[in-house]
T-cell receptor, first 116, second 114 residues
Framework: DTGVSQDPRHKITKRGQNVTFRCDPI?????LYWYRQTLGQGPEFLTY????????KSRLLSDRFSAERPKGSFSTLEIQRTEQGDSAMYLC??????????????FGSGTQLSVL | AQTVTQSQPEMSVQEAETVTLSCTYD???????LFWYKQPPSRQMILVIR??????QNATENRFSVNFQKAAKSFSLKISDSQLGDAAMYFC???????????FGAGTRLTVKP
């Protein structure tokens, strides 16, 4: 068990560019979450996958944001036409469907996005 | 909508002493889960302790314990025998029984003084 991994750790981009982040959850976890965290705030829920199905999306997730989990394993989060307000840390988390740790979210270390 | 409030942006404690971090929440649900997460400078959120709302007994994990007051919608975290490694941001979080998203408070930055 290597935990939840996210790539890249840091991303600096110019306004208007597209960026894509990747998340690899813990292998037996079928539930995957994306959160956004800005400085001085707690994480805010963006979207949730159960296996490959995207079951919930926050209103925070504008149409410039899209997330996929094509095979129910890794997930990608793409932001098109980035804006300075998109600068934040993007956290991925996963949890299993059942078991002793079912209610616990396992987080990755996040991708820090800076939009110049 | 459920909200989670942490009214202490920063707290400090002397090493080996005890500190309590406050958290209140607002919900109309009767069954839910409450969590305290720790986020050290490495950024990775780590679960400290969790509480099921239907359990009256306060959760305890080694030096960490909670004071869960369901009627008051309060969920404070007590850290005993504070250690330097406890220094981090602490986030209180709520999740409804049938919800998938977890709501976080704004966090409390804990400093541990040697």
């Amino acid at each position: 068990d290597t935990g939840v991994s996210q790539d890249p750790r840091h991303k600096i981009t110019k306004r208007g560019q597209n960026v894509t982040f990747r998340c690899d959850p813990i292998s037996e976890h079928n539930r995957l979450y994306w959160y956004r965290q800005t400085l001085g705030q707690g994480p805010e829920f963006l979207t949730y996958f159960q296996n490959e199905a995207q079951l919930e999306k926050s209103r925070l997730l504008s149409d410039r944001f899209s997330a996929e989990r094509p095979k129910g394993s890794f997930s990608t989060l793409e932001i098109q036409r980035t804006e300075q307000g998109d600068s934040a840390m993007y956290l991925c988390a996963s949890r299993p469907h059942r078991g002793a740790t079912n209610e616990k979210l396992f987080f990755g270390s996040g991708t820090q996005l800076s939009v110049l | 909508a459920q909200t989670v409030t942490q009214s202490q942006p920063e707290m400090s404690v002397q090493e080996a002493e005890t500190v309590t971090l406050s958290c209140t929440y607002d919900t109309s649900e009767s069954d839910y889960y409450l969590f305290w997460y720790k986020q050290p400078p490495s950024r990775q959120m780590i679960l400290v302790i969790r509480q099921e709302a239907y359990k009256q007994q306060n959760a305890t994990e080694n030096r960490f314990s909670v004071n869960f007051q369901k009627a008051a919608k309060s969920f404070s975290l007590k850290i005993s025998d504070s250690q330097l490694g406890d220094a981090a941001m602490y986030f209180c979080a709520y999740r409804g029984l049938n919800n998938n998203d977890m709501r976080f408070g704004a966090g409390t930055r804990l400093t541990v003084k040697p």
